[in-house]
């Protein structure tokens, strides 16, 4: 039979491993680097907007630092391999432009450090991270839990106890 049901934040496993309260978006981010493209910047821009960010630690800048300089390369690449997809090879046989063999070694390091970073949602749910509402403050949700419902199920068995037994028994009663 199996014991008792463990809090969340007393399990461990991979998956549900917590990783401490995440702020609504990093409040300190480091200056976006000089001379990105334009899908590059959007992409740095909307990274720091979403609340993931907000477990980067100092010393994760490298992390940053490299997927971003490397988003732009690999956007710069595949752009210009697209403009002519076919390259001559050296026998005059048509081959894919080698611009795309680097744009795709790019691209492996991209997703690793995506990897890293929490970006793209199967990467969120891996991270493990519990999202906080930095919006709420604790003076908005104290009422919440002050409003005198129990959302507790077992006060009611106890209270339903009570009313069998003949016993007053209030739930959240000390």
């Keep these: 039979m199996p014991g008792p049901i463990k809090p969340p934040d007393k399990r461990i ?8 309260v995440v702020r609504s978006a990093a409040t300190k981010r480091p200056p976006m680097p000089r001379g990105l493209c334009p899908a590059a910047k959007d ?3 909307t990274y720091f907007a979403d609340v993931v960010s907000g477990v980067l630690r ?3 800048g490298v992390i940053v630092l490299r997927w971003i300089a490397n988003v732009d390369r690999y956007l710069r690449l595949i752009s210009e391999a697209d403009r002519a997809p076919l390259a001559e090879g050296s026998t005059g046989q048509d081959i894919p ?12 390091s991209i997703r690793a450090d995506e990897q890293q970073l ?4 199967a990467n969120r749910l891996k991270l493990g991270a ?4 930095a919006a709420r403050t604790l003076a908005e949700i104290n009422p919440e ?10 006060a009611a068995i106890i209270a ?3 009313r069998h037994t003949g016993t007053s028994v209030e739930p959240g009663a000390d």
């Design 145 to 154: 839990a002050h409003d005198g419902t129990d959302d507790d199920p077992r």
């Design 130 to 133: 519990q999202f906080s509402e």
């Design 43 to 45: 992409a740095w821009a």
């Design 97 to 108: 432009h080698p611009l795309y063999g680097v744009a795709f070694k790019l691209e492996a």
């Design 160 to 162: 339903l106890a009570g």
């Design 58 to 60: 100092p010393c994760d």
């Design 13 to 20: 496993n991979r998956v549900t491993k917590n990783v401490g």
């Design 118 to 121: 929490g970006v793209g949602p």
